[in-house]
């Protein structure tokens, strides 16, 4: 199916550079202009095109494992979540094309659905590595941070669209080896100064900030169609806030940045899929004294519909009921399931 529709987008490129051409004057010089012109120009568009294609998913606790045995070290409980973060940003890196968000030069510059999903994978990259420095590596809120995590959560905090001086490429490789450092360090017996901790109050301080990104993202992809919206800001005891709003709000996502949320949502959701797996197996015990595996496998499932092959060319943005299809809605239906049964998660955590 992909062949042939790359066959057909090649033969109606080919039959216009050839019109293209001929219409230029009749000189040597002018249809040679053309063609080079013409091939650079397909050139860039299957470049383009091929670039966009999303990396596939990957199973994070067995590249851990083979990680290990690769460089001698031990598979420690938090190998496989210190390990899936740089796994993460390697591929951000390293895909096809390289890391696109911060090119300047076509056809980069021109694509947009790419650096939309690098940006929400770059935000989870963030929120992992920030959990990771302030709860997973540390046994009290008193305790030292671990000095490589220290220095490398501000590196992924680097501006995502920074091109040379720094360039954004750079500084997240530099955050890639610091981790690295501290994973040899935690793997490494004899040193016990590098921990992470596999309890359920740290595990529910990072899943309620997945809790919050997801539930934002829901919000935005729902708000493709436009919405009447009931004020519950102020729901509570005592809220009270800094400026008057409406009762009542209408909220539509502008039609030229649907695809832009809708891309973001499938880069969060893909590195949000890969941390949650290698959550399982390095927090498996407390999963188990919780009974609370089977909730974080049906999170998994949810996410891994979010992953399906989206077969239009463009996200469509239909009514809803309507004759088109709504992609943003279906995405926004399993995030909101996802998230939902990630509030059922925290509380068997806590209370379980």
Excluded: C
């Amino acid at each position: 199916m992909l062949r042939e529709r790359l066959a057909r987008m090649l033969a109606g490129l080919s039959g216009f550079f050839r019109r293209w051409t001929a219409w230029l004057p009749k000189r040597r010089l002018g249809r040679w202009l053309g063609i080079v012109l013409g091939v650079v120009l397909l050139v860039l568009v299957l470049l383009g095109w091929y670039w966009s294609d999303e990396p596939s998913t990957f199973d994070p606790v067995a590249r851990a494992e083979a990680h290990a045995r690769a460089n001698n070290r031990e598979l420690v409980v938090g190998y496989a979540t210190t390990y899936t973060l740089t796994e993460l940003v390697n591929t951000l890196l390293d895909k096809p094309g390289g890391y696109l968000s911060n090119d300047v030069a076509p056809p980069s510059v021109w694509l947009d659905n790419m650096p939309n999903w690098e940006f929400g994978v770059v935000t989870q990259v963030r929120d992992l590595s920030r959990a990771m420095r302030r709860d997973l590596s540390r046994s009290q809120s008193q305790s030292t941070e671990d000095p490589d995590l220290a220095q490398a959560e501000p590196l992924f905090h680097f501006d995502n669209a920074s091109w040379i001086l720094p360039s954004t490429e750079g500084e997240y490789r530099r955050g890639v080896r610091l981790v690295d450092s501290y994973l040899s360090r935690l793997s490494d017996p004899n040193n016990a100064q590098a921990q992470f901790y596999a309890r359920a109050d740290n595990l529910r301080a990072y899943l309620n900030d997945v809790e919050t990104r997801l539930g934002s993202l829901s919000q935005r992809l729902s708000a493709s169609v436009e919405q009447r919206r009931v004020n519950t800001d102020l729901d509570g005891n005592g809220a009270a806030q800094s400026t008057p709003t409406a009762r009542e709000q209408f909220v539509k996502t502008p039609r030229l940045q649907v695809d832009d949320v809708f891309y973001e949502a499938r880069g969060t959701t893909w590195a949000l899929l890969h941390i949650l797996k290698a959550i399982e197996s390095d927090f498996g015990s407390v999963l188990d004294n919780k009974n609370a595996r089977a909730s974080l496998q049906q999170i998994i499932r949810e996410l891994e519909a979010t992953q399906r092959h989206l077969w239009s060319p463009i996200v469509l943005n239909g009514s809803g009921f309507g004759v088109l299809a709504n992609h943003s809605l279906v995405m926004a239906s399993y995030i909101s399931r996802a998230n939902a049964a990630l509030i059922d998660l925290q509380e068997l955590l806590a209370t379980g």
